[in-house]
Every structure is written in C-alpha cells, then in structure tokens.
C-alpha cells in the first residue's frame, strides 16, 4: 500500500504516519503521548518512548466541570518532560478519539507543535511495529505557565452557541441520539441527558464519517464532500461542532480545523450533556435540523 | 467491613484486595484481573458470535454466556472481550472468579452496587464502572429467565 500523501491536507504538519513516527521515535524533540479511552490499554503494551495520559484524571479540573487552569497544565506537561518548543504527537485507541480530545486540549493552551498519529494505536499495531510495556519515566521539564488557557479561539460555551445560530454547526454525535430517538449513545448510559434531540439548525455528520476503516481519515476531497457539500459548512468563517461531552467533536475539530482548514473553529465541550440538561435552551427533534429560535 | 458483609466469599477477597492499595496501584490490579481472564473454552471456539450475546452496555465487544446445571443449581460464566479492551476483561474477570460456579440464588444476591464497591470511582469514569453494573445485570437477568422457563 502505498504511503498516503499528507500534503494534500490544510495542514499537512497537523498528522504523521506511523512511518514518519518510526523513524522519529528517538528524536529528543518528540515526545509520543497516548490517550485512550480504555485506562488500562497504555499497560498491556505501547509505542516505546509513549508518555500515558489519562484524559479522565489528567486533563481535567478536579472540582469544577472544566479543564486544567494554566498553572495545573504547566505543571502536568513538566511532568510528562514536555517543553514548549516540543513536537508532540499523539495517538490512541477508538481511531484516535481520545488522543483527538487531548490534543484538542493542549490546543487551549497555545501549545504549537501538535501532531495526530494517523490511523492511532490500532494501525500501529495492525503494520507489526514494535510495543513495549516498558514504562519510561519522563525527565522533569519546566514548562512556563502559559499567560492563559484560551477559551475564545477554539472552544465555545453555550452562550457562544446561542450568539452562533445560523452559522454551521455540526453535531457528531450517532444517527439515533440526533433525532431524539435515544438519550444515550448505546454503551455511554450515564452520561445521558433529560431529552433528546440536537441543538436546533445542526447539521448531522456522526465523527466516524471522517474516518476509513483502518482508523486513518479519509482524503481532502472526501472531507470536503462530507462537511462542505453535504453538511453545507460552504465556504463559511465560523464553524461548531459538539457530541455528547466534547471528545468526539475533537476528532471533527481536528477535521475541520487541520485537514480541511476552516479558519475559525470551535468545539462546543459541554455539548449534549449540557444543552440537553439545560433549563431555557431549545432542542430540535428527528431528523431535520429545525430552525434557529427567535431571539 | 461494610463493603464485604454481603458478599460470597470470593468476591468478598477481592473487593478486599482493591481496598488493601492504593488507588494507583487498584489500576494495576484491575490490569491483573483482566490478564486472568480464562481464555473462551473450545466449544465456543470459531461462532462465539452467535452462541453468546453482547452486553451492548459495555464500551467495548464483550460477549457472555451462562451455562446451567440444574441438579446443583449453580451457573458458569464465560465472557469475552478482546484484548485491546483491558478495562472490560478486567470487569468480566472480577464476575467470573467471584460468581462463576454460585448457585442461581448466591448470584442473585449479589448486590447491584457491586460496582461501587471496589474504590476505582476515582480513577475510572462512572461511566465504566456501569458498564461492570450492566455485565452483572445481564448475568442476573439470564439466570431468572432460566429459572423462569424450568418453573414454566
């Protein structure tokens, strides 16, 4: 088979293949960071060199339903032997949800340098490459707090969704949840919500609809037919996308943002868990999109 | 102590053993449990497919099946879950070192919370933690239907 051309993407920087990633495993500047949705996948074998994050523990505020601050983040990416100037690839299990989730995150805090392991752990695995169980203790950095986590340029909050109407919104989550059929993605029951349905005007274009079966995404001119054609995100400035709790809608963030390069694009995190709670806020049911409230 | 009281005994050792570490190190064991996990018994072998149903709460494949033994009353239970699902064996192998081979009503019995009990909240969402509740359920609804077809 022969090697996909990256170039073909906005950002060609944005993903390697597990070529290129061989061959810089022993680059000092790369640091390898695998995020899964199993917890205890990192244990049973990894990429020599990988770094485990744990999206449920690591990246997330203790107390409030939020992210790191700025100081917990430096201090988490001086732990992992991060450094702002590092070129970080991540990667993980489920076609790279979660390895799309904590990329995603690092983004908020103006990291530079991140890149998508295409096809993630299972293309890895499939081609033979070399696991370890192995697990390195990274050398202590000291990464500057950033002056922010930047939570305008990429992320956006119900407000932001509310002032957004009649801008393209996409939401990713499966067929069922929707139209309103379930409350819950089968297999996700707990993290459901009172209703059902979407937030109204969003175009439906479930997160696997950008990826091949091995994991990898698919080519520019597939993507463009899925988002901009069919989805009708056109030519427009200013894209949404949502799930349930924002780690699928990483993986289309990334989409749009890298491969397809939509210039201003945000992850609304607190998705359907939120706007499906949420007192005062409208929903769409079935398959239309609906129209945007009356302000 | 009061997580254990009403519990068969084995299941009783091994909620005891996650509460003996710490929570790191509840991971690591939770990682042994799903290396213990017996492999699928031949018979189910080539079409485990269609001879076991999924548990379909769970987040990854994992597929049961519960076989009976009438003059003793007591249950077998074989799971499987691939190996790239760590998490999911582990649950399954908690169920069956500490069910399998209970009579129908030990099983029964076995509190619904059990989930809750081993002080992984923590360190694992609440939301894989239900999927070991969904297993537990599954395995408890099998039973009474097969109870309910001999009674029947």
């Not at chain 1, 949800?97 to 904590?102: D, G, K, R, S």
């Not at chain 1, 993986?251 to 210039?263: A, E, I, K, S």
Request: hydrophobic share 35%; charged share 25%.
């Amino acid at each position: 088979m022969t090697e996909k051309d990256l170039s073909q993407y906005a950002n060609p920087e944005a993903l390697v293949s597990t070529d290129w990633l061989a061959e810089h495993l022993n680059d000092p500047n790369v640091v390898v960071l695998e995020s899964n949705e199993d917890v205890l996948l990192f244990e049973t074998g990894h990429i020599p060199s990988a770094v485990k994050i744990d999206w449920h523990t690591d990246l997330n505020d203790p107390v409030t339903r939020d992210f790191l601050d700025a100081e917990a983040f430096a201090e988490f990416a001086s732990s992992k032997g991060i450094s702002p100037d590092s070129t970080l690839v991540f990667y993980g299990d489920k076609s790279n949800w979660w390895a799309a989730y904590a990329l995603w995150v690092f983004t908020l805090f103006g990291h530079q340098d991140l890149r998508l392991l295409d096809g993630g752990r299972a293309k890895w695995i499939d081609e033979g490459r070399e696991v370890t169980t192995e697990v390195r203790t990274p050398q202590r950095t000291q990464y500057p707090v950033p002056a922010q986590r930047d939570d305008q340029t990429f992320r956006a909050f119900r407000e932001d969704v509310m002032d957004h109407f009649g801008k393209p919104m996409i939401d990713v989550r499966s067929g069922p949840e929707y139209t309103g059929e379930v409350t819950v993605a089968a297999g996700m029951e707990g993290e459901g919500a009172l209703r059902g349905g979407h937030i109204p005007t969003a175009a439906s274009v479930p997160w696997g609809s950008a990826a091949n079966e091995d994991g990898t995404f698919k080519s520019r001119a597939e993507l463009e037919e899925i988002y901009t054609q069919q989805a009708g995100v056109g030519q427009a400035d200013e894209v949404i996308a949502y799930c349930r709790i924002g780690e699928r809608s990483s993986h289309t963030w990334f989409v749009l943002q890298h491969l397809l390069g939509y210039p201003n694009v945000r992850n609304y995190d607190g998705s359907w868990t939120e706007w499906g709670n949420a007192v005062r806020l409208p929903i769409a049911v079935g398959e239309e999109p609906g129209e945007a409230p009356r302000r | 102590m009061t997580e254990t009281a009403d519990l068969p005994q084995t299941l009783t050792e091994i909620v005891e053993d996650f509460h003996a570490v710490s929570e790191r190190e509840r991971l690591e064991l939770l990682l042994e449990l799903s290396r213990e996990l017996p492999e699928l018994p031949e018979t189910y072998g080539g079409n485990y497919h269609e001879q076991m149903e999924q548990v379909v709460e769970c987040q990854s494949p994992l597929f049961l099946a519960v076989e009976y033994d009438d003059d003793a009353n007591t249950a077998q239970l074989i799971f499987s879950a691939p190996a790239e699902a760590p998490t999911t064996r582990g649950f399954a192998s908690i169920l069956q070192q500490g069910l399998s081979g209970l009579t129908y009503q030990q099983i029964l019995d076995v509190p619904d919370d059990l989930h809750q009990r081993m002080g992984l909240a923590k360190a694992i969402t609440p939301l894989r933690l239900r999927g070991m509740s969904a297993m537990l359920g599954r395995v408890k609804h099998n039973i009474r239907q097969h109870q309910g077809q001999r009674a029947g």
